[in-house]
């Protein structure tokens, strides 16, 4: 199940079920949004992307949905594997100064996933 | 290969103390960052730096000095470490260019006591 509170939320699910992780995103204007996946101990790595003229990208096991009526992004992972875990970022490319934009990064949510 | 490295992975310093924390990318970017992650895996925006000029400076205390001695390089300088500063410096880099991901280093982590 998901909770949420003073702690990072978490996502706990069991091997070969499919998840899904929501964001909630903050700009109207924003159009370019990424997955991002961290493991412990490392940096973020891309998972996948989506520009704001699309509602859904399919990767490798990965899906992203965009509803940008209600500023909203998830991710689906299809039969989750122990590897998966790990904590994942939505980010929105965000203009900041004129002509340059920068990702800003949501809360962030762990996945957990138990053989 | 690595793409983005920066360099120490773990720094354990006393309040006061000077630090730099090394950065470089081979990716032939012309932007690069500095993120600050924080003990709630917030990761927020410190510096945007594009072709060794600054574009962003995210409200970031003047202890912090980024210094971009050409584009493949981004080094973050700390005066008079706090216990605040306490956290996971993540460098990044990507093309200036709109909707392009950006490729991260594998983090500094920054202990004061």
């Known amino acids: 199940g998901e909770s949420v509170g003073l702690h990072l939320p978490t996502l706990s699910v069991q091997e070969g079920d499919n998840s899904i992780i929501n964001c909630a995103y903050s700009?109207?204007?924003?159009?370019?949004f990424i997955w991002y996946k961290q493991e412990s101990g490392k940096g973020p790595q891309f998972i996948i992307d989506?520009?704001?003229?699309?509602d859904k990208r399919q990767g490798q096991r990965v899906t992203v949905l965009l509803n940008k009526t209600v500023k909203h992004l998830s991710l689906q992972i299809a039969a989750t594997q122990p590897g998966d875990s790990a904590v994942y970022f939505c980010?929105?490319?965000?203009?900041?100064?004129?002509?340059?934009?920068?990702?800003?990064f949501g809360k962030g949510t762990m996945l957990l996933v138990s053989p | 290969d690595t793409a983005v490295s920066q360099t120490p992975k773990y720094l354990v310093t006393q309040m006061g103390n000077d630090k730099s924390i090394k950065c470089e990318q081979n990716?032939?970017?012309?932007?690069m960052y500095w993120y600050k992650q924080d003990s709630k895996k917030f990761l927020k925006i410190m510096f945007s730096?594009?072709?060794?000029?600054?574009?962003i400076n995210e409200t970031v205390p003047n202890r912090f000095s980024p210094k971009s001695p050409d584009k493949a390089h981004l080094n973050l300088h700390i005066n008079s470490l706090e216990l605040g500063d306490s956290a996971v410096y993540f460098c990044?880099?990507?093309?200036?260019?709109?909707?392009?991901?950006?490729?991260f280093g594998q983090g500094t982590r920054l202990t004061v006591v």
């Open positions: 990044a880099s990507s093309l200036i260019q709109e909707n392009t991901e950006a490729f």
């Open positions: 700009n109207s204007a924003s159009d370019y």
């Open positions: 989506i520009r704001s003229n699309m």
């Open positions: 980010a929105e490319n965000k203009e900041v100064n004129s002509g340059y934009s920068t990702l800003t």
């Open positions: 990716l032939g970017h012309d932007t």
């Open positions: 730096y594009n072709n060794k000029e600054l574009i």
